[in-house]
């Protein structure tokens, strides 16, 4: 009976856990991704950095919850993805697509802004994904376990949208961690 209880648990956890991303708001998942530290150029003018920071603020509030409404927000339809992995179409399709795969396999997923430098029409953000790893992700079924990597953006912004991004991740640990991949 003990294990059957235990079972039980589990299972409400992880219902909680999908039904999280879905709870968070666009203003709670703009709030959650506020930057810790935010490095400006000094000939960057207040407005224009208030224009060049929006989308990106979209973007991030995006990998939160996934909403559509922060990523049309946030990218142009001319989006270009420089680091685009196998299998994942070019433009706002991918985005979209990565966001709801991943959201699948981590839905109580946070986006932590540890760091973002702006520089004439480029921003770059230092971050660190956290959750846990209660979904099915590339085949592996998760039963909880942490996820805590990092990854660096480097977004391009035009006409108040994000036009290009080049994204680097810590994939090595988040695979380790979800044991799709031996750790060290």
Do not use: C
């Amino acid at each position: 009976m003990r294990l059957r209880s235990l079972a039980l648990v589990g299972t409400v956890a992880v219902n909680a856990s999908i039904a999280y991303a879905a709870q968070v708001s666009d203003s709670e998942a703009l709030a959650i991704t506020r930057p810790q530290e935010l490095i400006v150029a000094s000939d960057i003018e207040p407005a224009r950095r208030v224009a060049l920071l929006k989308p990106v603020d979209a973007f991030y509030g995006f990998w939160v919850n996934g909403s559509a409404q922060l990523l049309q927000q946030a990218i142009s339809t001319n989006f270009f993805d420089h680091a685009l992995p196998p299998g994942r179409p070019q433009g706002p399709d991918g985005p979209a697509a990565a966001s709801k795969a991943f959201l699948a396999a981590v839905p109580d997923l946070r986006v932590a802004v540890l760091q973002r430098l702006v520089v004439s029409d480029r921003v770059v953000s230092h971050l660190r994904f956290t959750g846990h790893f209660t979904g099915t992700f590339g085949g592996t079924s998760g039963n909880g376990q942490s996820v805590d990597f990092i990854a660096t953006d480097i977004l391009k912004i035009s006409d108040g949208k994000i036009t290009d991004n080049w994204h680097l991740e810590d994939n090595l640990t988040f695979l380790r961690q979800i044991g799709s991949v031996p750790g060290p």
